[in-house]
């Protein structure tokens, strides 16, 4: 009944998806005052004509507001993978004295056993090894032994440092680089362990307190303490197992079946 008229009287009525401002919104309503459609002018308008007597009300829309009212807000928490990183970097932080005092303990319980392995293989050998003799130290006369344990000290400390980076929670991101350098770290010292050992036994050496063999047995029992990977565990006990097959002398045999023992890994 109106549209017609006002669409006359404004040309450039468009329909929009809004009003731009100081504009007027125009609605197209049926006959039962149902709203079909909604226009826009850039400029206000007013009513085309005064209101009719027969022209039905508009509608009411329908309420479409929620049945609650939000009073707090809406909080947004952090992911889960960053809540359990942060759980774990302050679980480090207070666990990380324990675990300083626990590899001090090691170390200072793996001294003991290289003390006990000097007077063991003393007593088996008949050489006299007393309480608070001075420990055999480190160097050897027989050059190729030498240079086998300087490889077998300079793998146990790499695999040292691989360790204590672990402990580190600044190398939170290398967990698993490290975990896997680790291991191939024990393999390299399995392995050197088994050719130190399988020297000695094949050079028929004196392991008596003080001897070359000695030191070397040191060594060896020392390196074998730092290993804990299942697959390193295997080849060092396969390497030190035919090296006392092959051993010519009882007290070799006897050191390395005492190792195993002590590492849990022989009868």
Same mark, same amino acid.
């Given at each position: 009944?109106?549209?017609?008229?006002?669409?006359?009287?404004?040309?450039?009525?468009?329909?929009?998806?809004?009003?731009?401002?100081?504009?007027?919104?125009?609605?197209?309503?049926?006959?039962?005052?149902?709203?079909?459609?909604?226009?826009?002018?850039?400029?206000?308008?007013?009513?085309?004509?005064? /209101?009719? /007597?027969?022209?039905?009300?508009?509608?009411?829309?329908?309420?479409?507001?929620?049945?609650?009212?939000?009073?707090?807000?809406?909080?947004?928490?952090?992911?889960?993978?960053?809540?359990?990183? /942060?759980?774990?970097?302050?679980?480090?932080?207070?666990?990380? #004295?324990?675990?300083?005092?626990?590899?001090?303990?090691?170390?200072?319980?793996?001294?003991?056993?290289?003390?006990?392995?000097?007077?063991?293989?003393?007593?088996?050998?008949?050489?006299?090894?007393? #309480?608070?003799?001075?420990?055999?130290?480190?160097?050897?006369?027989?050059?190729?032994?030498?240079?086998?344990?300087?490889?077998?000290?300079?793998?146990?400390?790499?695999?040292?440092?691989?360790?204590?980076?672990?402990?580190?929670?600044?190398?939170?991101?290398? !967990? !698993?680089?490290?975990?896997?350098?680790?291991?191939?770290?024990?393999?390299?010292?399995?392995?050197?362990?088994?050719?130190?050992?399988?020297?000695?036994? /094949?050079? @028929?050496?004196?392991?008596?307190?003080?001897?070359?063999?000695?030191?070397?047995?040191?060594?060896?029992?020392?390196?074998?303490?730092?290993?804990?990977?299942?697959?390193?565990?295997?080849?060092?006990?396969?390497?030190?197992?035919?090296?006392? @097959?092959?051993?010519?002398?009882?007290?070799?045999?006897?050191?390395?079946?005492?190792?195993?023992?002590?590492?849990?890994?022989?009868?």
């Amino acid at each position: 009944m109106l549209f017609g008229t006002f669409l006359g009287e404004h040309r450039g009525l468009e329909c929009r998806a809004g009003v731009p401002a100081g504009g007027t919104l125009v609605l197209a309503h049926d006959t039962q005052g149902v709203v079909l459609f909604d226009f826009s002018l850039p400029y206000w308008a007013p009513a085309p004509i005064e /209101e009719r /007597e027969d022209e039905p009300p508009l509608a009411r829309p329908p309420d479409i507001r929620p049945p609650f009212i939000v009073d707090r807000g809406i909080t947004l928490l952090p992911s889960r993978d960053r809540v359990i990183n /942060e759980k774990l970097d302050q679980f480090k932080i207070r666990l990380q #004295p324990d675990l300083n005092r626990a590899i001090d303990f090691q170390g200072r319980y793996l001294d003991g056993i290289k003390d006990s392995m000097s007077i063991f293989g003393g007593a088996i050998s008949g050489g006299v090894t007393r #309480p608070g003799s001075p420990i055999p130290g480190t160097k050897v006369q027989d050059p190729v032994l030498d240079g086998h344990l300087k490889d077998t000290r300079a793998k146990t400390e790499a695999l040292d440092f691989i360790k204590n980076q672990l402990l580190d929670p600044a190398n939170a991101d290398r !967990q !698993q680089v490290l975990e896997d350098q680790l291991k191939t770290a024990e393999t390299d010292v399995a392995e050197s362990i088994a050719v130190t050992t399988k020297y000695v036994s /094949e050079s @028929t050496m004196d392991v008596s307190a003080g001897t070359d063999g000695s030191v070397a047995m040191n060594t060896v029992s020392d390196a074998l303490n730092r290993l804990n990977n299942r697959a390193a565990l295997d080849t060092v006990k396969s390497g030190l197992q035919d090296a006392s @097959t092959a051993a010519a002398k009882p007290e070799l045999r006897n050191i390395i079946g005492g190792m195993l023992r002590l590492k849990g890994i022989g009868r």
